[in-house]
């Protein structure tokens, strides 16, 4: 299955916002209640109820002149997916169309996806009281787009900032974007085509990586290819232990209480 991903071109965006509005409608997710301390904090982060935000980014030019930069700040589907690595009960995974998809059945809580991303996008929705949570993040709208449908927020952008389609045509799309723009915005390029195997969205960007609040060059934490490949494997063992212990114990104690029996019964009989 070919894969698909998203093409966001900062240059096109006039921060709208209809792409976190439609995120909302679409997913059933609720408003949040916010402070007024300008439109650039409102919401300040993505949240459990918040997959998409706008980031203002105020930028100083020579004489004293200001530009406004913006930046979609959600999931990036990354191909080597930090959370996918560590999620414990699979309710995380590389989906073969390329986006990070979740089921959140599945989710145990542990916010494991929450250290180990390189970007801070899950987030944790529960009680800290009762233990209980599930995680969020954006899905790339997973139902949609496995039925043959754009994403939500794509569908919405009334500038066309956002596009969906096969990601091999998007970087070539995205780097000619990129040499139209070189000459207004020198430092402009292509971020996501290489950085962690290869992001399923992908960023047009007039500035370093670094203004927009991303990593220059992201990696998988060390901890998280550990937990893949040595501390679950191990964990597992332990676990497998622990069930064998708990199955010799009641063998062990099922026979000491037979013996018991039969004891008595013997004492009994000769009485």
């Not at 209809?18 to 997913?27: F, G, H, T, Y």
């Not at 145990?108 to 009762?130: I, K």
């Amino acid at each position: 299955m070919v894969e698909k991903a998203i093409l966001f071109d900062t240059t096109k965006c006039m921060a709208c916002r209809a792409c976190q509005v439609a995120c909302k409608q679409w997913n059933g997710l609720d408003a949040e209640k916010t402070r007024n301390r300008g439109s650039y904090e409102n919401p300040v982060d993505i949240s459990p109820d918040t997959w998409i935000k706008m980031k203002f980014i105020e930028v100083g030019r020579e004489g004293d002149k200001v530009d406004w930069l913006f930046m979609r700040r959600a999931c990036l589907h990354c191909t080597e997916a930090p959370c996918a690595k560590v999620c414990p009960t699979g309710a995380l995974y590389s989906h073969e169309m390329g986006f990070v998809a979740y089921e959140k059945e599945l989710c145990s809580g542990c916010g494991y996806c929450t250290e180990f991303c390189p970007f801070d996008t899950p987030r944790l929705r529960g009680s800290g009281v009762t233990g209980i949570s599930k995680a969020e993040k954006c899905t790339m709208c997973q139902d949609r787009v496995v039925n043959g449908l754009e994403p939500a927020c794509v569908k919405t952008c009334p500038p066309n900032a956002l596009t969906f389609g096969n990601r091999d045509e998007l970087i070539v799309a995205g780097k000619q974007r990129v040499q139209q723009i070189k000459r207004d915005f020198p430092n402009a390029s292509l971020y996501g085509e290489k950085e962690l195997g290869g992001l399923h969205v992908l960023n047009v960007l007039t500035e370093a990586p670094e203004v927009y609040g991303l990593l220059a060059k992201p990696e998988v934490p060390a901890a998280a290819i550990a937990w893949k490949s040595v501390i679950q494997p191990v964990g597992a063992v332990v676990i497998g232990l622990t069930v064998v212990g708990l199955g010799l114990n009641y063998l062990v104690a099922r026979a000491t209480v037979k013996n018991e029996a039969e004891e008595d019964r013997l004492f009994a009989s000769k009485k």
